[in-house]
T-cell receptor, first 114, second 113 residues
């Protein structure tokens, strides 16, 4: 158990809809990262938050947004969903900035868009 | 930009065979290097790591040595088991700039009894 909790584990929805994925980092971790894992593109970095502020952005679509709340949990919002958004979405957390330790990953949220 | 290249899979071996999964990287600074493993239906777990040149990471019989001169971090195991069947990801992380993990494309390993 990594200590990172993601909900829901599975989600099936239709094109055009909007979903929210939730992540609770390990206790004490300030950084949260979101990754997308699709069959053909491996693990793609989406966005990072540190202590409530956006720190880095990767290949995140404009239809996607995220935030980190004062209690440090994070939400990834996916809107106007398309078939190609079907993927496994991982959240990871790490401790204080300025270190190069590992990231701790949740078990992922599997999104299926029909 | 920073990137990681892994040997393409899938890789299929017999139990007790020797395993090597090649990984090379390109980085603008001095990264830490990681191997993560993803078992079927699960998330990513850290397998091993190395934070500076010539460091050797090891865990569960797996080893990898940080080779700065060849920018490599190849994963090895002397005798694989069926339970090692999984997808293996090599990754780097830089201390400066965006401190995200940059992953290779993953190598699917299947071990047959």
């Amino acid at each position: 158990d990594s200590g990172v909790t993601q909900t829901p584990k599975h989600l099936i929805t239709a094109t055009g809809q909007r979903v929210t994925l939730r992540c609770s980092p390990r206790s004490g971790d300030l950084s949260v990262y979101w990754y997308q894992q699709s069959l053909d593109q491996g693990l793609q970095f989406l966005i990072q938050y540190y202590n409530g502020e956006e720190r880095a952005k990767g290949n995140i679509l404009e239809r996607f947004s995220a935030q980190q709340f004062p209690d440090l949990h994070s939400e990834l919002n996916l809107s106007s969903l398309e078939l190609g958004d079907s993927a496994l979405y991982f959240c990871a957390s790490s401790g204080r900035t300025g270190t190069t330790g590992e990231l701790f990953f949740g078990e992922g949220s599997r999104l299926t868009v029909l | 930009g920073d990137s990681v290249t892994q040997m393409e899979g899938p890789v299929t071996l017999s139990e007790e065979a020797f395993l090597t999964i090649n990984c090379t990287y390109t980085a603008t600074g001095y990264p830490s290097l990681f191997w993560y493993v993803q078992y079927p239906g699960e998330g990513l777990q850290l397998l091993l790591k190395a934070t500076k040149a010539d460091d050797k990471g090891s865990n569960k019989g797996f080893e990898a040595t940080y080779r700065k001169e060849t920018t490599s971090f190849h994963l090895e195991k002397g005798s694989v088991q069926v339970s090692d069947s999984a997808v293996y990801f090599c990754a780097l992380r830089l201390i400066q700039g965006a401190q995200k993990l940059v992953f290779g494309q993953g190598t699917r390993l299947t071990i047959n009894p």
